[in-house]
């Protein structure tokens, strides 16, 4: 008994019996353009290939220690066979494959969490935010060793998903280990139905705006304008810092539809599969666009996939500046197959481009700036605690004359009492010794965030602001221009 292994439209059909007429027809199937002695060695090396595969399946079957079943070993040949491709191409078995149609309707049970593969290890790439893995304080490139006591050593990306999602209401018990921890944590999450709200927004200061993208669901660009709406509701937008960081990605077409929201013309990515010649590009939609205020894009490690398409997009086109750490470096595209049976297999079919022609695959999308990301806690404990004395404090000075203020107000008394206060209890609490170690409990705790304490946006906003000075000094710098040539010509139609 053999096994027929046929590369069709529906993908891998398995049959029974092994014959060269079947291996010929997939043979001149695959490779028409082939010349005929070509075709035979091919047909003959594949058809070795397949009889060894078919020894080895029949000597296990007939020798191993223990009794296995058929389609075991089938299953874990193609499951082995896939692992060989790439990090992405996976088979998918009866109980995972069900799990793969549940992705990104913005609704499903699970942790509401981003996975990957680092160094071999399964590792979270992002808890998407109110989520219970977020509740739980997972944390990017938080290390999974062990899912319900099951090592995670050798277990796939999609088996490991499936291992994770469930019924609303029971629970999955993680083994973290993070960089820092003294041995590896159990955390016990409890699964709920993820309701994804991909955006959130914030005004800055009056004319700066935040949103904040966490993920490409179907809903993503529509909700992005309903925040720019919300964001111009009392004046129009001088700038805006578009937060692509913790964002795992999601669905291409989504990709697109928010690239054209700050750019209407020019590709925004491409994707090249085996056939070089076959390359498809995606446009942005036109009508859309926004181009009456700059834009800031915040990316880290955890950008990946489609938030990298659109940052690497806005990039290429010179709509927005990029801050903050290169990228994850998922340029792949993947498709999922059905097999039928309740089987299916998602493969890797292509790579993606960036308008330019860059490849991000490995290494990612490069900031224009590098940003380092503070603790908002630290950086403020990090501050120089000092008393600025400026020429206001000196006694009888010349007071300011478009201030026409000249006695104290409230407010100015209440801020110099508060300072004093401050500066005492600080100095206290520096004479205090050194404080503890941060707990356990502490460093588990969701990750809370307030974009205005935060110091990548600061620096965003800093850069957006001087948008606006660079601008009104390169104005100047032509109108400069523009009048020393009109005098140079007037000084040489004079002399002629």
Do not use: C
């Not at 009392?234 to 539809?257: C, F, H, I, S, T």
């Not at 890797?348 to 022609?357: L, V």
């Not at 605690?385 to 008394?413: C, S, T, V």
């Not at 707990?439 to 600061?458: C, G, L, T």
Request: aromatic share 6%; net charge neutral.
């Amino acid at each position: 008994m053999g096994l027929v292994f046929s590369v069709s439209w529906l993908g891998v059909v398995l049959g029974q019996s092994l014959t060269k007429h079947i291996v010929n027809i997939t043979v001149e199937a695959a490779q028409p353009s082939k010349t005929l002695p070509v075709v035979q060695g091919m047909q003959q090396s594949r058809y070795e290939n397949l009889e060894l595969f078919q020894k080895v399946l029949h000597f296990v079957e007939s020798n191993y220690v223990d009794e296995v079943k058929n389609k075991d070993l089938v299953y874990g040949a193609i499951k082995g066979m896939l692992e060989t491709l790439d990090p992405h191409s996976n088979f998918l078995p009866p109980d995972v494959f069900k799990d793969m149609k549940i992705d990104t309707s913005g609704k499903f049970g699970g942790l509401g969490i981003e996975i990957g593969m680092k160094d071999n290890i399964l590792t979270v790439i992002a808890p998407i935010d109110d989520t219970p893995a977020w509740r739980a304080g997972l944390k990017p490139s938080d290390r999974i060793v062990k899912i319900n006591d099951e090592s995670t050593k050798g277990m796939t990306l999609v088996e490991a998903v499936s291992k994770m999602r469930g019924k609303k209401g029971t629970s999955v018990n993680l083994s973290i280990y993070r960089d820092g921890f003294e041995k590896i944590k159990e955390v016990s999450i409890t699964r709920d139905i993820i309701k994804i709200q991909a955006v959130k927004n914030e005004e800055l200061e009056p004319g700066y705006g935040y949103v904040r993208l966490s993920s490409f669901n179907e809903n993503a660009s529509e909700d992005i304008v309903k925040a720019l709406v919300k964001l111009e509701a009392k004046q129009k937008l001088r700038g805006l810092v578009l937060d692509l960081r913790v964002n795992p990605g999601g669905l291409l077409d989504q990709a697109v539809e928010v690239a054209s929201l700050f750019v209407d013309e020019g590709a925004v990515v491409s994707t090249i599969g085996r056939n070089k010649d076959q390359k498809e590009t995606k446009y942005a939609r036109k009508g859309k666009a926004r181009k009456d205020f700059p834009v800031a894009i915040l990316v880290n490690s955890s950008t990946a996939s489609a938030a990298e398409i659109v940052a690497g997009a806005l990039q290429d086109h010179n709509r927005a500046i990029i801050l903050g750490q290169p990228t994850f470096g998922k340029g792949s595209v993947q498709t999922v197959i059905e097999l039928g049976q309740d089987l299916g297999l998602k493969l890797t079919i292509a790579r993606y481009f960036t308008p330019s022609g860059r490849s991000i695959q490995e290494k990612g999308v490069a900031p224009d700036i590098l940003l380092d990301d503070f603790d908002p806690k630290l950086l403020a404990e990090a501050k120089r605690k000092q008393d600025y004395f400026r020429e206001k404090d000196l006694k009888g000075h010349m007071a300011n004359p478009d201030d026409p203020q000249k006695e104290y107000k409230k407010e100015d008394l209440d801020a110099v009492v508060k300072q004093s206060k401050d500066k005492k209890s600080s100095d206290v609490k520096d004479l205090k010794s050194a404080p503890p170690q941060v707990k356990e409990e502490d460093e588990m705790a969701p990750m809370k965030f307030n974009p205005k304490e935060d110091y990548q946006v600061r620096e965003a906003l800093n850069y957006l602001k001087s948008y606006e000075i660079f601008k009104k000094i390169a104005s100047r710098e032509l109108q400069r221009t523009v009048a020393d040539g009109a005098s140079s010509i007037q000084k040489t139609a004079a002399n002629k």
